[in-house]
């Protein structure tokens, strides 16, 4: 059975930091990139940064650049989002996602439609809101 299981998701005042993990089995963690999408009230669900378990690639989303980090414990197929000078607009429920396309989560950006029911598999999500 594929799961992929989130935590760390919480309240925090802006500024503040916050670390999501994500715990990954089921399925060859070496032959998927693995990552994080996000989806606040009334908006489309983007992504926000991926790792690429075969060669440690990455990509974030241009408004978190600089401010989030991702990392990967391929021993424990575990997947990081270290979250720092967190911003209200960065509330929002976030989910993991895997898919062997890391390129899917750039894609997404003007292409959500296309890209969300493409994803192979998803976690539950975990909340993460920002107050200010």
């Known amino acids: 059975e594929v799961q992929l299981v989130e935590s760390g998701g919480g309240l925090v005042q802006a500024g503040g930091s916050l670390r999501l993990s994500c715990a990954a089995s089921?399925?060859?963690?070496?032959?998927?990139?693995i990552g994080w999408f996000r989806q606040a009230p009334g908006k489309e669900r983007e992504g926000v940064s991926c790792?690429?378990?075969?060669?440690?690639?990455?990509y974030y989303l241009a408004s978190v650049k600089g401010r989030f980090t991702i990392s990967s414990d391929n021993a424990k197929n575990t997947v990081y989002l270290q979250m720092n000078s967190l911003k209200p607009e960065d509330t929002a429920v976030y989910y993991c996602?895997?898919?062997?396309?890391?390129?899917?989560?750039?894609?997404?950006?003007?292409?959500?439609?296309?890209?969300?029911?493409?994803?192979?598999?998803w976690g539950q999500g975990t909340q993460v809101t920002v107050s200010s």
């Open positions: 089921g399925f060859t963690f070496d032959d998927y990139a």
């Open positions: 996602a895997a898919d062997p396309n890391p390129g899917l989560w750039q894609y997404s950006s003007n292409h959500y439609k296309l890209v969300i029911p493409r994803i192979d598999y």
């Open positions: 790792i690429s378990s075969s060669d440690g690639s990455t």
